[in-house]
């Protein structure tokens, strides 16, 4: 794929945009407020990636370089800087109320229907976008390159030099927290 | 820090899902959370929930490519092409 590129295939690049360009844009509004902003940073990224082609050494996925160069491009977005990662907190992720004292289930979680059912799938969908626009920044960047977009662990510390460790933390938080959302969107607890 | 010389309570065993999927727990901390969870049927629906979870983040689709922001980057790929040759 590289060589192609480099060598000016432009079927490479439109498979390549056409892949990736409305996931840049998703993952780029993990980082700025709009719409706009996403696009351009998404297109920005393309600019980039065309401009740095010679110098894309192969270390990392073609995928996870254009991510990396998304994040960087969309932090230093209208001048603003890199934020320091917040350390991430070890709070509990299942509100304490639903456990007795001695730390057992007093309103444990009720069994959903499968959502291998498409109509399933396809109802919760709205639901989830909405959890996930919800979750802290870095949380929802983490889940977004995770669980959404299915790179490694290694992938997204990558793309968001974070460390590994940080980047298990954030994405327990953020999975759980979109869990308990979906546990509100599909009816009150014990109810 | 867990107690390696205790039963883990439902309350730790929640926090420790994301390490297990992730493959991250020492044989020790696995093998006591899975023994938990062959006793805790509130525990299993909650590791289910996080899957299913996961399944559920994994079919959000992105939106389909606009015909003009195709257009446009290609266009970016071509000046690039050109100012190269």
């Not at chain 1, 509990?92 to 229907?113: H, I, Q």
């Not at chain 1, 940080?166 to 509100?184: F, M, P, W």
């Not at chain 2, 996961?54 to 092409?81: H, K, N, S, W």
Request: hydrophobic share 40%.
């Amino acid at each position: 794929m590289i060589q192609l590129l480099r060598s000016g295939d432009e079927d490479a690049f439109t498979r390549l945009v056409e892949q990736h360009h409305t996931r840049l844009i998703r993952f780029a509004l993990t980082f700025v407020s709009n719409r706009a902003a996403a696009e351009d940073v998404a297109q920005d990224t393309w600019a980039a990636v065309v401009a740095g082609l010679g110098r894309f050494e192969g270390r990392s996925s073609l995928r996870t370089w254009i991510f990396q160069i998304c994040a960087n491009r969309a932090r230093t977005f209208g001048g603003r800087e890199r934020r320091t990662v917040p350390l991430a907190s070890d709070e509990p992720t299942v509100e304490a109320t639903r456990f007795n004292s001695s730390g057992a289930w007093s309103a444990p979680p009720e069994p959903w229907p499968s959502v291998d059912d498409r109509l399933d799938a396809e109802a919760l969908a709205p639901l989830v976008r909405t959890a996930i626009d919800q979750l802290p920044e870095v949380q929802r960047q983490v889940v977004t390159l995770r669980d959404l977009e299915g790179l490694s662990a290694q992938e997204a510390c990558e793309v968001l030099s974070i460390s590994e460790a940080n980047q298990r933390v954030l994405l327990h938080r953020g999975r759980a927290r979109v869990r308990s959302e979906l546990e509100r969107g599909l009816g009150p607890v014990g109810g | 820090m867990i107690f390696l010389t205790r039963d883990l309570v439902c309350q730790q065993a929640v926090e420790l899902v994301t390490d297990y999927l992730e493959g991250k727990l020492s044989w020790r901390q696995r093998r006591r959370f899975e023994a938990h969870l062959r006793g805790c049927p509130n525990c299993r629906a909650y590791l289910e929930q996080i899957r299913q979870t996961i399944t559920v983040m994994g079919r959000v689709e992105p939106e389909t490519l606009a015909p003009q922001a195709r257009d446009d980057l290609i266009d970016l790929f071509r000046r690039y092409r050109g100012d190269r040759s």
